[in-house]
Every structure is written in C-alpha cells, then in structure tokens.
C-alpha cells in the first residue's frame, strides 16, 4: 500500500522560503513520476511541478523561476522548494505518487501540507 506524508509547510511572510518534502513508502519510488498540486479555498486542485525518475522536471507558469523540485531515490523523498513566495502561492500542497505524462496525477495522494504567505 503507497502512503505519502508531506511535510514542511507553515506561514511565512511574502518573499520568504520553505521547502516541502514528501516522504513516500509502498511504491517503487525510483521508477515512478512524483508531482506536488496544490488546492486554494474555492479553487480547483492544480499542477504545481513535476519530476520523472530519471530527473525530468515541468512547472505551472506560475512558480517557474521561484520554485524547485527535486526527489533523493535513496530516501524515497521528493522535495519542493519555494523561493520569493507571494500570498497567491498560499494553498494545501498535495504529493502525488505517479504521474503521468508530466501532468495528469494517477496515484495515491497524500493528505497534504498547508502553506500560509502573509503579505
């Protein structure tokens, strides 16, 4: 059975940093794309980025430039970090554990870490 569990969110001011992680178990991690969604108040969950087993990586628009992630396949861990945060990046972060086609999430989902940035 895949679980996930993410961690690493807060509240954090505009312009600062967190990084997320996504601890993952039950999967074959190392084979698999893992991708990090994100769901605001009202709004649709949507692609935040993605990264392929082999280290491919896709980003919405929106956080190219800012945000960052990354998998360490020896700790079956992908992290994402957030740089130069702004209030609309303020949402519940989700893991996914497959993903496919740089895009459409199939797998397990983990229950989610909220981040909060102030203005």
């Known amino acids: 059975q895949v679980q996930l569990v993410e961690s690493g969110g807060g509240l954090v001011q505009a312009g600062g940093s967190l990084r997320l992680s996504c601890a993952a178990s039950?999967?074959?991690?190392?084979?698999?794309?893992m991708g990090w969604y994100r769901q605001a108040p009202g709004n649709q969950r949507e692609l935040v980025a993605t990264?392929?087993?082999?280290?491919?990586?896709t980003y919405a628009d929106s956080v190219k430039g800012r945000f960052a992630i990354s998998r360490d396949n020896a700790k079956n861990t992908v992290y994402l970090q957030m740089n130069s945060l702004k209030p609309e990046d303020t949402a519940v972060y989700y893991c996914?554990?497959?993903?496919?086609?740089?895009?459409?999430?199939?797998?397990?989902w983990g229950r989610g870490t909220q981040v909060t940035v102030s203005s």
């Open positions: 996914n554990s497959d993903v496919y086609g740089g895009f459409l999430p199939r797998g397990t």
């Open positions: 039950g999967t074959r991690f190392r084979f698999n794309a």
């Open positions: 990264i392929t087993g082999g280290g491919t990586t």
